[in-house]
């Protein structure tokens, strides 16, 4: 077979290389890192809500509600992130 009659290839030379896949065992242990991230940020969502009823509730806890926040977003992106794969 002469250089012309080639099959085309089904990555050109100068095209996006395919990404590299996860393991599915890494997916897992993301997801299930970012289902117990999620705890924190459902007991300090309870906490604001405990926060915003009662009359006297003391600051000192504003900061442990945010923390347990970033806390929980972090988990959502951890889960996002395994869902969507990489570079997504």
Do not use: H, K, Y
């Amino acid at each position: 077979m002469s250089d012309e009659q080639q099959q085309p290839s089904s990555n050109p030379p100068g095209g996006p290389q395919p990404l590299p896949q996860r393991s599915g065992c890494a997916t897992a242990f993301m997801v299930i890192v970012g289902i117990i991230l999620l705890l924190p940020g459902l007991c300090a969502l309870i906490f604001a809500a405990a926060a915003l009823t009662e009359r006297s509730f003391p600051s000192d806890f504003m900061s442990f509600i945010v923390i347990g926040l970033l806390v929980g977003f972090v988990g959502v992106m951890m889960i996002r992130a395994a869902i969507r794969g990489p570079w997504s």
